[in-house]
Each structure stands twice: as structure tokens, then as C-alpha cells.
């Protein structure tokens, strides 16, 4: 009896201490700071792209099937491209004309400057008649005044002093314009040079749109949303597939903001895939997003009219995957998943916050 009364005072004591103990952790656990912060509103994410044509045309050829792996620049489908070789030729035609006319008008040029010489040889060749003229007009003249010579003589010598000239000045007239044909004929020149640029910027157009009939894979990863089919008219901007590259995919955690107090990128951070129950991948937080979730949303609320209720935003938080790991490529986009961060590990790798 003694015994049995002796042992109450310990064991309140131990139930006493036990329940301090549970009484602080359930604090701790409540409004205590963890050092591991996790969430369950996350999923796999990659960056796809939607493949779609910038040319209009039926598809005359699809090369790839649903959820096909692809590599970078494999042909995925083809735009019938007869419409488009056509265009190419015919502008492969107006750029040989323009550089036809190119040539003419240089070789105009040319001869421009070959007829300006001419001209000019003749005017030298006027000058020294003239001064031929004007000597022997002078010599008849003073022989006439001397009574030695005949005035027919000089009348004849005066008649071709005036020829000369007259001639002197027909030419120059004709070398000027020799020198403003040329100033037309530069001008001519600088348009067919101008044509034969306009002719091949549209050669190039049409060869560019010729190239886009093929519908390429931008990078590898695996098919995607296939709607391309056979036959099938497009236009574009028309989304005909999807290329995903599943071997860059991540994963995206919303935590809440009071979660994110000493998150920073480069932490460890270990994530359970739901469709993989026992395993574990592991990352590293690769960058914060710079805004909640709604502040992008289309109709974002304003705080500032009527009540207003406190609600704890989440902010998204990118984290990239360790490379190697098998499980990794069974990862599909959407998937759910739990991302767990260790925010007490330093950060092995600064990423910038983007």
C-alpha cells in the first residue's frame, strides 16, 4: 500500500512532463516556424511549344504519330508547297529581267561616257580650226589692206572664221548634252539597281515562304495535341501539334507567402509524384516568381473596394530536377505532386531570381 502510494507522485510527474512536451510541439508545429516548407499544390511543367504554320495550304504529307519522340529539325508535316515553287519561279524570272536591265542600263552608261569623249574631241578639234580661222582672216585682212591681196580672199577667209565658230559652238552644245544625258542615264542605272533589289527581296519572300511548307520540330521532345491531319486545310497561326521537351521538365510549387520567408533559389528540395507512390526525386529551387498567382489572372480583385477578408496568396516557385535520375523520364506535364523545401541547407548554386 505504501509502495503503490509512493509511485503516484512520480508517474503524475511523468504524465506531467509528457504532456509539457506534446503541449510544445503542438505550439511548435502550429505557430512555430518549420524548417522544411512543403506543399501539395504543385505539378510537372515543361516549356512546349505549340507548332503552327505561317503559311496557308493543304497538308499533303504528316510524318510523326500521337506521342512520338522527336528530334531537333525533324520534318513533323508538310504544306502541299506547288503554290509556292511557282511564286518562287516567277520571281526568279523578275529578278533575271531586273538584272537585265541592269546590265543595259550600265552598258548605256558606258557608252554614254565613250560618246561624251567624242564629243569633247571634237570640240578640241573646233578650237583649233577656230584659231586657224581667225590667223588666216587676219593674214587676208592685212594683205588686203596692203593692196597684195584680193578682197574675195578675204572675204572667203572671214566667211570660214564664222563657220569655224559656228561650228565650235554646235559642238559644245552637243557635249553638254552628252553630260546631261549621262546624269539621265546614272539615274536610270540607280533605278534598275533598285529594281533588282525590290525583284530579289521578293525571291527571298518567296523562297521563305517555300520554306515555311515545312513544319519542323524546334527541339527535341515528344509529340503533343496532334491535330494535323492528311488533307487538311491550314492557316496561319492554326495550331496543328505540340512539341514537349520532357527531358527539361520541372516542376512548379505554389507555397504560400508566409511559407516563403527564408526560401531563396539554390535550396534542396525533395518532390513526391503521385503517380509514383514510394519514390522521391530530387531538386533545386531555380528562381521566385515576382508576383502572386492572382495578380495575373484576368480579373484581379481590388482590395480597396468593400470588406475586406485577408485571404494568404501563393507565389509560385520554379524548381529544376536532378539530372540522372531514373524516374525522371516517366514524368508526364500535369502531373500532381508534393514539393518539400529544406530551407536550412545552404544553397549550392545562386540562380538568379527572375
Known sequence: ??????????????????????????????FGASTVQSTNDAFVSA????????????????????NQPVKAGQLLARIDPQDYQTSLQATQANVATAQA????????????RSLIEQ??????ADLAQVEFARHELQ??????????????NSQQAKNRSQ????????????????????RVLVAQTTAARASVQHAEALQARAELD?????????????????????????????????????????????FLERQLTHVSPGQRVTIKVDSFPGETLQGVVDSIAPATGVTFSAIAPDNATGNFTKVAQR??????????????????????????????ATPNEQVSVR
Do not use: C
Open 163 to 182: 563657220i569655224a565658230r559656228a561650228e565650235l559652238a554646235q559642238h559644245r552644245a552637243a557635249l553638254e548634252a552628252a553630260r546631261q544625258q549621262t
Open 47 to 66: 516549356d512546349y511549344t505549340l507548332i503552327a504554320p505561317k503559311v496557308a495550304g493543304f497538308i499533303d504529307e504528316v510524318l510523326v504519330q500521337d
Open 210 to 254: 517555300l520554306s515555311h511548307t515545312r513544319l519542323v520540330a524546334p527541339f527535341d521532345g515528344v509529340v503533343g495535341r496532334r491535330s494535323v491531319r492528311l488533307g487538311a486545310y491550314v492557316k496561319p497561326g492554326d495550331t496543328v501539334l505540340a512539341v514537349v521537351p520532357l527531358a527539361h521538365a520541372y516542376v512548379v510549387a505554389n
Open 315 to 344: 507565389i509560385a516557385v520554379k524548381v529544376t530536377l536532378d539530372q540522372g535520375q531514373l524516374s525522371a523520364g516517366r514524368l508526364r506535364l500535369g502531373m500532381s505532386v508534393d514539393a518539400s523545401i529544406d530551407t536550412t
Open 101 to 112: 536591265q541592269l546590265a543595259n542600263a550600265l552598258a548605256m552608261l558606258e557608252r554614254q
Open 119 to 124: 564629243a569633247s574631241a571634237t570640240v578640241d
Open 1 to 30: 500500500m505504501t509502495t503503490t502510494i509512493g509511485r503516484k507522485p512520480w508517474m503524475l510527474g511523468t504524465a506531467g512532463l509528457v504532456a509539457i512536451v506534446v503541449l510544445y510541439g503542438l505550439w511548435r508545429l502550429i
Open 139 to 152: 593674214r587676208y585682212e592685212h594683205l588686203a589692206g596692203q593692196g597684195a591681196g584680193t578682197l574675195q
